[in-house]
């Protein structure tokens, strides 16, 4: 198709004028034309160029215009106007110029598109927020790549385990009994909705360990699909096991939904949280009617041989969780749970006050194992301690008190545990301070300090480095795009209250 790019003018008297595009062909088009005045002032003062230096087409237009744009075309856009600005429209690029005489010009520059091409449009339209890709983060594409092909996978693991259910129920033969298949199932639901509510009792760890949640939810519904599966080979455990399998799925689901809000706000670019949700949506519907008309073809072509059936089951099994790992490994989120937030601390401390980008830290990030365990976020910490475990007698309380008059925590070495005991108006700044220092602490501990002491000269100069350090750390990590106001450290909720 050929790029049309035209110039299109009307005279200051608002009479219509022929137009003429840069190719020496009329449109009947309109356009709009008017000397310097105020729009020569929003621009500024503008000279126009030298002979010998003419303005160079616009980066947009030219990119837009493709390698089937004609040199002489961008050329004679150049001859008697400067470029000023350039908008996206549907189909191509705006240009907006001012001539010698001072007036604008708009010209239209369209991209060639086939049947392909318009194919392509309206299925990125059907499937991609409003605005993309400036409206959503960076990761958005392949996570949603990845969450396509999970619910992919995800239809064909449905597919085989209800078949295993229903012959197992009893589905098909003479001497079932639809009564008593009918009780069965509609008691099997009953206890998956039982297991959604139980799962439900994690509370906040949705929202710190999103990732880790996410996949766990994958990881425990394929168990239970799995388990589904062997109904059939012990038709009378069909209701115990159905019904574990049900709780199961129960508490996927839970999970699922739960972090999904904290990975779609992670996206956000604008405020469009509900188009990016819709558009999600759509992405799981079309990947999950696609896996499920393939999984019911594979379980016909499977259905007389147990052994091709366990096969494809186990191939859509393992093609669910990779590309779930996938999917969570994509995202990159910018709160601060304990694992992302001793990875910065830690880089800041030990690399010369560097402090990594979010790609960076959400690419090393463990999703798999528990990265809420001590050892994989040192030092040893307990956040919200017991102030009878922080400071165990009068000398330790009175010490603590002094050194930390000034904050709303307190951070005491007791027992082999860094603990911190939180004021009741502590707020995610005190906890990422005193994060802060307790990984600062245990830095000087582990290169000498005392297992069976107070070590209190470390905590002191813990304490010092803390603050000289921390306002500049916080500065960092803002600069970078980290959300430093509220911070998942998921502290215990014991508040205390001191003068």
Same mark, same amino acid.
């Given at each position: 198709?050929?790029?049309?790019?035209?110039?299109?003018?009307?005279?200051?008297?608002?009479?219509?004028?022929?137009?003429?595009?840069?190719?020496?062909?009329?449109?009947?088009? =309109?356009?709009?034309?008017?000397?310097?005045?105020?729009?020569?002032?929003?621009?500024?003062? =503008?000279?126009?160029? #030298? *002979?010998?230096?003419?303005?160079?087409?616009?980066?947009?237009?030219?990119?837009?215009?493709?390698?089937?744009?004609?040199?002489?075309?961008?050329?004679?856009?150049?001859?008697?106007?400067?470029?000023?600005?350039?908008?996206?429209?549907?189909?191509?690029?705006?240009?907006?110029?001012?001539?010698?005489?001072?007036?604008?010009?708009?010209?239209?520059?369209?991209?060639?598109?086939?049947?392909?091409?318009?194919?392509?449009?309206?299925?990125?339209?059907?499937?991609?927020?409003?605005?993309?890709?400036?409206?959503?983060?960076?990761?958005?594409?392949?996570?949603?790549? =990845?969450?396509?092909?999970?619910?992919?996978?995800?239809?064909?693991?449905?597919?085989?385990?209800?078949?295993?259910?229903?012959?197992?129920?009893?589905?098909?033969?003479?001497?079932?009994?639809?009564?008593? *298949?009918?009780?069965?199932?509609?008691?099997?639901?009953?206890?998956?909705?039982?297991?959604?509510?139980?799962?439900?009792?994690?509370?906040?760890?949705?929202?710190?360990?999103?990732?880790?949640?996410?996949?766990?939810?994958?990881?425990?519904?394929?168990?239970?699909?799995?388990?589904?599966?062997?109904?059939?080979?012990?038709?009378?455990?069909?209701?115990?096991?159905?019904?574990?399998?049900?709780?199961?799925?129960?508490?996927?689901?839970? *999970? *699922?939904?739960?972090?999904?809000?904290?990975?779609?706000?992670?996206?956000?670019?604008?405020?469009?949280?509900?188009?990016?949700?819709?558009?999600?949506?759509?992405?799981?519907?079309?990947?999950?009617?696609?896996?499920?008309?393939?999984?019911?073809?594979?379980?016909?072509?499977?259905?007389?041989?147990?052994? =091709?059936?366990?096969?494809?089951?186990?191939?859509?099994?393992?093609?669910?969780?990779?590309?779930?790992?996938?999917?969570?490994?994509?995202?990159?989120?910018?709160?601060?749970?304990?694992?992302?937030?001793?990875?910065?601390?830690?880089?800041?401390?030990?690399?010369?006050?560097?402090?990594?980008?979010?790609?960076?830290?959400?690419?090393?990030?463990?999703?798999?194992?528990?990265?809420?365990?001590?050892?994989?976020?040192?030092?040893?910490?307990?956040?919200?301690?017991?102030?009878?475990?922080?400071?165990?007698?009068?000398?330790?309380?009175?010490?603590?008190?002094?050194?930390?008059?000034?904050?709303?925590?307190?951070?005491?070495?007791?027992?082999?545990?860094?603990?911190?005991?939180?004021?009741?108006?502590?707020?995610?700044?005190?906890?990422?301070? #005193?994060?802060?220092?307790?990984?600062?602490?245990?830095?000087?501990?582990?290169?000498?300090?005392?297992?069976?002491?107070?070590?209190?000269?470390?905590?002191?100069?813990?304490?010092?480095?803390?603050?000289?350090?921390?306002?500049?750390?916080?500065?960092?990590?803002?600069?970078?795009?980290?959300?430093?106001?509220?911070?998942?450290?998921?502290?215990?909720?014991?508040?205390?209250?001191?003068?």
């Amino acid at each position: 198709m050929h790029v049309g790019a035209r110039w299109r003018r009307r005279p200051l008297a608002c009479q219509p004028a022929p137009l003429i595009s840069l190719t020496g062909a009329a449109f009947p088009d =309109w356009t709009r034309q008017r000397h310097a005045g105020s729009f020569g002032k929003w621009l500024g003062n =503008w000279q126009e160029p #030298a *002979a010998d230096h003419p303005p160079e087409r616009s980066p947009t237009a030219t990119a837009a215009a493709g390698p089937s744009a004609e040199p002489q075309t961008a050329e004679r856009l150049t001859e008697s106007s400067r470029w000023i600005a350039a908008e996206q429209i549907r189909h191509g690029v705006r240009e907006y110029r001012i001539n010698t005489a001072g007036e604008l010009e708009v010209a239209e520059v369209h991209r060639p598109r086939n049947w392909r091409g318009k194919a392509v449009d309206r299925f990125a339209r059907f499937l991609l927020p409003d605005g993309y890709p400036d409206a959503v983060g960076p990761d958005y594409a392949e996570y949603t790549w =990845w969450r396509g092909r999970a619910f992919f996978f995800g239809g064909m693991v449905g597919v085989f385990s209800t078949q295993s259910l229903l012959l197992a129920v009893g589905v098909g033969r003479p001497s079932a009994a639809p009564v008593a *298949a009918a009780l069965q199932w509609v008691i099997r639901d009953g206890l998956g909705r039982a297991g959604r509510m139980l799962f439900s009792q994690v509370g906040t760890g949705f929202d710190a360990e999103t990732k880790q949640h996410r996949l766990a939810a994958a990881f425990v519904l394929n168990a239970a699909c799995a388990l589904e599966t062997l109904t059939p080979l012990v038709p009378s455990f069909f209701l115990p096991l159905a019904s574990v399998a049900n709780m199961a799925k129960g508490a996927s689901t839970v *999970a *699922a939904a739960s972090t999904r809000g904290a990975i779609y706000r992670s996206f956000m670019r604008r405020e469009n949280l509900g188009d990016i949700t819709a558009k999600q949506e759509t992405v799981g519907v079309a990947g999950d009617l696609l896996g499920t008309a393939v999984g019911i073809v594979l379980s016909r072509l499977s259905a007389h041989s147990a052994r =091709w059936s366990m096969a494809a089951f186990a191939g859509a099994s393992l093609g669910h969780l990779y590309s779930a790992y996938r999917e969570v490994k994509s995202v990159q989120l910018r709160t601060l749970n304990r694992q992302r937030a001793h990875a910065l601390v830690w880089t800041y401390l030990e690399q010369q006050r560097r402090v990594p980008s979010v790609p960076e830290v959400n690419r090393s990030e463990r999703v798999i194992l528990r990265p809420w365990l001590d050892w994989l976020h040192a030092p040893n910490m307990q956040l919200g301690a017991r102030l009878a475990d922080a400071a165990p007698d009068a000398e330790a309380l009175q010490y603590v008190l002094r050194l930390y008059r000034h904050e709303r925590y307190l951070l005491t070495y007791e027992g082999g545990r860094v603990r911190v005991v939180l004021r009741h108006d502590a707020t995610s700044h005190d906890q990422l301070k #005193a994060f802060f220092q307790s990984r600062e602490f245990w830095r000087r501990y582990t290169a000498g300090g005392e297992r069976h002491a107070r070590n209190r000269e470390l905590l002191e100069q813990s304490y010092r480095t803390t603050q000289n350090e921390f306002a500049h750390f916080v500065r960092e990590c803002r600069a970078l795009g980290w959300n430093t106001d509220t911070v998942l450290l998921r502290p215990a909720p014991r508040r205390v209250t001191w003068k």
